[in-house]
């Protein structure tokens, strides 16, 4: 049973454009979520998070969006960059000693 | 580079056999995490290790064991191995107990053939 799901496999954006990777949980008890981003051959690298308390963080060129009520989560990347090129996974958890639970990623292509 | 290192980076072994991965953590960090990710999934939690002592466990089988050592290098062993151990093991580490901005390793591929 995936708690946490990020339905697109893949995405491609051009350069310059906005990318919008998105990602739904079922377990409301969830409170603070996370996006790593994954190059090949390397180990996931933690982008940028948002508590259940927020519904927008930014850093940069990344913003991600929660929204409780639907139980779904976004992040913007403004603009892409063909560096930007990695797989992106979702993680959610619940405050305390619970560890991460993590959507099967989406893959995004930025071309020049 | 995250500072998190993991060792070897490709194994390939047979079914029936047994292996160890082996992790260091970022220099001061106490907490160490395992999780596999198989083909076409996300990374499936296995266990958590925080200053020697487990804090948590995930879908771990119980052909699988860890434990952190006194330097706080954490060894994940595999034993009995089948075809569907076949996976990439990645191991984490942060600073705090439940610290959920955790630093990952590279990630150790195993094959069992």
Redesign the interface.
Same mark, same amino acid.
């Given at each position: 049973d995936q708690q946490?799901k990020?339905n697109s496999p893949s995405l491609s954006v051009q350069e310059g454009r906005i990318s919008i990777l998105n990602c739904d949980y079922t377990n409301s008890m969830f409170d603070?979520f996370?996006w790593?981003k994954k190059y090949p051959?390397?180990?996931?690298?933690?982008l940028i998070?948002i508590s259940s308390i927020k519904d927008k963080n930014e850093d940069g060129r990344f913003t991600v969006f929660l929204n409780k009520s639907a139980k779904h989560l976004s992040l913007h990347i403004v603009p892409s960059q063909p560096g930007d090129s990695a797989v992106y996974?979702c993680?959610a958890?619940f405050?305390?000693?619970?560890?991460?639970?993590?959507?099967?990623?989406t893959r995004l292509s930025v071309i020049a | 580079d995250?500072g998190?290192t993991q060792t070897p980076k490709h194994l390939i072994t047979a079914t029936g056999q047994r292996v160890t991965l082996r992790c260091s953590p970022r220099s001061g960090d106490l907490s160490v995490?395992w999780?596999q990710q198989s083909l076409?999934?996300?990374?499936?939690?296995l266990i958590?290790y925080y200053n020697g002592e487990e804090?948590?466990k %995930?879908n771990i089988l119980e052909r699988f064991s860890a434990q952190q050592f006194p330097d706080l290098h954490s060894e994940l062993n595999l034993s009995s191995l089948e075809l569907g151990d076949s996976a990439l093991y990645?191991c984490?580490s942060s600073a705090r107990?439940?610290s959920?901005?955790?630093?990952?390793?590279? %990630?150790t591929r195993l094959t069992v053939t």
């Open positions: 946490v990020q603070y996370l790593y051959a390397e180990g996931p690298t933690f998070s996974f993680a958890s405050s305390g000693n619970t560890p991460l639970v993590f959507g099967k990623g | 995250s998190v995490y999780y076409d999934q996300g990374l499936q939690f958590h804090r948590a %995930g990645f984490a107990p439940t959920f901005e955790q630093y990952f390793g590279p %990630g």
